[in-house]
């Protein structure tokens, strides 16, 4: 069974920092593009950053860039995404997913998906 388990969302004060990581099992981790996606209240799915399968190349929205490092450690089957400077307008539920960045944002589609971490950002 394949699992991508998201945590170290919470409440975080505006200028403030949070790390996120997402657990993967049951699939060959190294192998796979990986991404992560949040949906703000009210809105639709938003890409946020993608890696790809071996680290090196990295993507990054507009809204992000400069804020948000992905990372991934292949030997842990683990993705995370630091968050700094965090703004009220980063709250989200934030998902991990298989996939590459310009992958369709479908949570019902063929790529893998985790069930989301909750990111709240106050002022």
């Known amino acids: 069974e394949v699992q991508l388990v998201e945590s170290g969302g919470g409440l975080v004060q505006t200028g403030g920092s949070l790390r996120l990581s997402c657990a993967a099992s049951g699939i060959t981790f190294s192998s796979y593009d990986m991404r992560w996606v949040r949906q703000a209240p009210g809105k639709g799915l938003e890409r946020v950053s993608g890696?790809?399968?071996?680290?090196?190349?990295?993507y990054y929205s507009g809204s992000v860039k400069g804020r948000f490092t992905i990372s991934r450690d292949n030997a842990k089957n683990t993705l995370y995404l630091q968050m700094n400077s965090l703004k009220t307008e980063d709250t989200a539920v934030y998902y991990c997913a298989t996939g590459g960045y310009y992958s369709d944002l479908d949570l019902t589609g063929s790529n893998y998906w985790g069930q989301g971490t909750q990111v709240t950002v106050s002022s």
């Open positions: 890696i790809v399968s071996g680290g090196g190349t990295k």
